[in-house]
């Protein structure tokens, strides 16, 4: 009777992820433009950098910088400034939009008959339709992305003797990745759960893990361990990152609350049905952290992210390199910053560090040693932090997020490495992240 519990309680913490790699998108539909999807998510953001130039007159340069600051009863609360060449405001914004409201014109710059487009922005690529409108003597070509609308990825318009062009400098979409769970080599928790059978109440643990991850895959271990922590089985399951379909999506918002136990407080989706309720993380998608039904309770007692501080220091041969522009609204300075481990022994790792200007040429190196500390047994224990899949130019990342000065910085750091970072402050914005990375 004991194993037979605890073999039912496992396939139902397990029932959700084996559900998802049921689900197979139609790869031979035509993906659909959701309309105003750019305002659907809160803390999505978005910069321009717009250039006005007249014949024989100087360039005038401006930046704008916005974001998704609330979303309540189906409107979106967007907030923005604008800043002039000096980078000082020059408008606020604040405005409210309606998630299915979109108008003729929006719905103009994503038609199936326009031609698609893929542009490079640097920081990433946008799948975009271009739309071209000329009228009374102006010209205006718009591309837009087809996966974030209306986002307007690069705009240029003529009108005589002006010309003004708009692009995309940076784009921030904090979308809630459905694997995120699963895309950290080493991450682990274990949950705790009570049965109570004719009046006798039993314990048991279950124990998850996760390896060998790639972009698109990775396995994921369940343990059922009994009171005393012995192994009763033992279950290794393949996951591949594919597209989650929406089309079953609830129509009603969930309940989220926060929820606390044992290995922490998380904000959860909270699921009633038939008198059960389940309490699943709202940034790890598959994380259970509490379930309570007839007879039986759980709840999550460990979490370990699995990020190691000293990862990269832990190999020769380890390096990365970062990319740093520094934009006061007229100028742009470019500047590379590259880390190599040159040497791991005797408990120190030595490194060398690279700085390169915009054009590649060396503007100084130097050598320095950290001592290194083994890497214990739970590398990150959680403590409320909020995770998110982040892209660069080397790649996504499960990162780990951090705001100061009122959220004017935005630090992303992946195994102690700060794999992308912004800044505003007194007109000045910075955005550095990383372009290599080589770990061993």
Known sequence: MKRLSIALLMLLLVAPAILAQDEKPDNEAKPEVVLRKLYATEGRAWNYRIIHWSRGESPVVETTSDCVAKIKDGKAEIKGD?????????????????LDGADDDEKALVADDLPLETLDMGFRKFECRKLVRKDDGVQVTTWTSTEYHPLIVKQVTFEGDYTEIRKLTSFVSAERDPWLLYRMDGRHWKTKTTIKLGGVNQTNYSEYSVSNVTDSSADYTVLALDAQGTVVSSTTLPIEFKQVSTAQAPAKPPTIEEKECEAGTFECYLTVNNGTKIWSSTVWTGLTVALEMKGVTSELVEFDLGHDAMKLYRAAGNSYTMHSVTDTGGMKVESYTTYNITKVENGTSTFELVSKDGN?????????????????????????????????????????????GENETVTWTWHGIAVKTQIKMDGITMVMEVTELKME
């Open 82 to 98: 604008t800043f002039d060449f000096e980078g000082d405001v020059m408008e606020t914004r604040d405005s409210f939009l309606d």
């Open 360 to 404: 590649g040429r060396e503007v100084f190196r130097s050598e320095s040693g950290l001592e290194l500390t083994d890497a214990p047994d739970h590398l990150t224990p959680y403590a409320k932090q909020v995770e998110e899949l982040i892209e660069t130019p080397a790649g996504k990342f499960p990162a780990i997020r951090t705001e100061t």
